[in-house]
Nanobody, 123 residues
Framework: DVQLVESGGGLVQPGGSLRLSCAAS????????MSWFRQAPGKEREGVAA????????LYADSVKGRFTISQNNAKNTVYLQMNSLKPEDTAMYYC?????????????????WGQGTQVTVS
């Protein structure tokens, strides 16, 4: 069975840092594009960052560029999201997702697999 399991969320003060992890299993990790999305209460789910080509390429939402870094460890089938200089507006549930090579990275409909989410609160 395919599983994406996120961890690392929590409560942090503005300006602080967190590192999220997403452990993947049940599919060929290195051939998929992996992304992080977030969803705040009352808002649509939005793309935060994506990594593809086995880690050779990355994309970021404008709101997190320069503050967040996505990376992956193919040996561990794990993708990470390092979040620095956190702001209250970063508060959301963060989801890990996996998709094939086709389709825009920020469109949730292009994703095959989703994790259950991990809560990040900046306050």
């Amino acid at each position: 069975d395919v599983q994406l399991v996120e961890s690392g969320g929590g409560l942090v003060q503005p300006g602080g840092s967190l590192r999220l992890s997403c452990a993947a299993s049940g599919f060929t990790f290195s051939t998929y594009a992996m992304s992080w999305f977030r969803q705040a209460p009352g808002k649509e789910r939005e793309g935060v960052a994506a990594i593809y080509r086995g880690g050779g390429g990355t994309l970021y939402a404008d709101s997190v560029k320069g503050r967040f870094t996505i990376s992956q460890n193919n040996a561990k089938n794990t993708v990470y999201l390092q979040m620095n200089s956190l702001k209250p507006e970063d508060t959301a549930m963060y989801y890990c997702a996996a998709k094939g090579p086709a389709g825009t990275w920020s469109n949730t409909r292009n994703y095959n697999y989703w994790g259950q989410g991990t809560q990040v609160t900046v306050s």
